[in-house]
């Protein structure tokens, strides 16, 4: 069964520091990953796609790594803020023909604090 | 216009009540999406319409009925509830199914089933 898990759980940072969020699938064969900013209550939005040949992308403050032969990928956020609290979701495609069907993660809930 | 609206923002409603949710999106789109999403879960797909043909269905209870009379708009009736089906349904639209294309989500009605 295809799987998608994301660590930590939670997480607290202070306004101006950075962190990372982590990503780690089974999907099989793999067509790409995004990366999602999920509001409260709002629905998520794209924050980066990742292809198989992609090692890092980067979004602004937000800079996406993907390794496809561990099948691990980071979200890094520099120099946070109050705004990107919110959950953090990794939702990877497979590749299996027609319909591409998307596998969501856990999500990681992240709270900036000043 | 990159948005998709969904109306009502927020639904309570009884276990015989009859209901309808709304979504509706200008970007020509050809393929849209009901999730349902509870409380720290991540979201689960419900259905996937393709050309206005449902193309998915994963498994929903009758009791979800989609529509989708045009290529911009989706309905989802709601009829005779249980209080199990309160959450969060968002509606998400792509220019098709295949890898490449985004998803974009709605704001999501929360829907209260009492």
């Known amino acids: 069964k295809n799987q998608v898990e994301q660590s930590p759980q939670s997480l607290i940072i202070l306004e101006g520091k950075n962190c990372t969020l982590q990503?780690?699938?089974?999907?099989?064969?793999?067509?790409?990953l995004r990366w999602y900013k999920q509001d409260t209550g709002r629905g998520p939005v794209s924050l980066t796609i990742m292809t198989f040949s992609e090692n890092t992308k980067s979004n602004g403050r937000y800079t996406a790594t993907l390794d496809a032969d561990t099948k691990q990928s980071s979200l890094h956020i520099t120099a946070s803020q109050l705004s990107d609290s919110a959950s953090y979701i990794c939702?990877?495609?497979?590749?299996?023909?027609?319909?591409?069907?998307?596998?969501f993660g856990t999500g990681t809930k992240l709270q900036v604090i000043p | 216009d990159t948005e998709v609206t969904q109306t009502p923002k927020h639904l309570v409603m009884g276990m015989t009540n009859k209901k309808s949710l709304k979504c509706e999106q200008h970007m020509g789109h050809r393929a849209m999406y009901w999730y349902k999403q509870k409380a720290k879960k991540p979201p689960e797909l419900m259905f996937v319409y393709s050309y206005e043909k449902l193309s998915i269905n994963e498994s929903v209870p009758s009791r979800f009925s989609p529509e989708c009379p045009n290529s911009s708009l989706l309905n989802l009736h709601l009829h005779a509830l249980q209080p199990e089906d309160s959450a969060l349904y968002l509606c998400a639209s792509s220019h098709g199914t295949g890898e490449v294309y985004e998803q974009y989500f709605g704001p999501g009605t929360r829907l209260t089933v009492t």
């Open positions: 939702v990877v495609r497979e590749n299996s023909g027609g319909y591409q069907k998307v596998t």
């Open positions: 990503c780690n699938y089974t999907v099989s064969p793999f067509s790409n």
